[in-house]
């Protein structure tokens, strides 16, 4: 079945700077990967997704670009602001998958 | 306001209780699914709906039971069995069951366990 990898487990950053979360996966035929943040004691909620068909995607200061032949997709947050602070997790499927196999989640601490 | 609703919040049972954790959409999505949160394990899927009346073990089903008798509605029975239920539940729905459809998740129960 799919493995995904998520680092850092942990991130720290000063505010307005950047932050970067990877994660690799395992299966080839993996075709869609979704990005949650879950804010403390909230519910995850998606806050980007990329197909195998493209390999950047943007949406204001967030990004996710993909890296099919090395089987590794990474979320990039600029400019960050202490409401980015929360937990963001990595997920992976493929076409014939009926579900999603999630990262173990990075804690992303934006500091004042 | 479409959504998900989980109930209740919080939940503590003794050791050797079963307990049922509900979950319902008015989404009307087709797809359900319960997930397993623990601390630096990410989410775990404990089983998955794609129809009424039909659903499939996940990766860490054991000690776990579910019905899919309406659309809306996909309750989680934590048994005995459970050795180590103590966890954050979560609760998701999906347009779909398959590659590409968006989870949309309920807001949690956690469970205590003594």
């Known amino acids: 079945g799919e493995n995904v990898e998520q680092h850092p487990s942990t991130l720290s950053v000063q505010e307005g700077d950047s932050a970067v979360i990877k994660c690799t996966y395992s299966?080839?035929?993996?075709?869609?990967f979704p990005w949650y943040k879950q804010e403390l004691g909230k519910r995850p909620q998606l806050i980007i997704d990329?197909?195998?068909?493209?390999g950047e995607k943007k949406d204001q200061r967030i990004a996710v670009t993909l890296n099919k032949t090395a089987k590794h997709f990474s979320l990039h947050i600029t400019e960050t602001q202490p409401e980015d602070s929360a937990v963001y997790f990595c997920a992976a499927s493929k076409r014939s998958a009926r579900q999603l196999t999630f990262g173990s989640g990075t804690q992303l601490t934006v500091l004042p | 306001d479409g959504g998900i609703t989980q109930s209740p919040k919080y939940l503590f049972r003794k050791e050797g209780q079963n307990v049922t954790l509900s979950c319902e959409q008015n989404l009307n999505h087709d797809a359900m699914y319960w997930y397993r949160q623990d601390p630096g394990q990410g989410l775990r899927l404990i089983y998955y709906?794609?129809?009424?009346?039909?659903?499939q073990k996940g990766d860490i089903a054991e000690g776990y039971s579910v019905s899919r008798e309406k659309k809306e509605s996909f309750p989680l029975t934590v048994t005995s069995a459970q050795k180590n239920p103590t966890a954050f539940y979560l609760c998701?729905?999906?347009?779909?069951?398959?590659?590409?459809?968006?989870?949309?998740f309920g807001n949690g129960t956690r469970l205590t366990v003594t």
């Open positions: 709906s794609q129809i009424v009346n039909d659903f």
């Open positions: 990329i197909r195998s068909n493209v």
């Open positions: 299966d080839s035929a993996s075709n869609y």
């Open positions: 998701a729905s999906s347009i779909v069951s398959g590659s590409g459809s968006p989870l949309h």
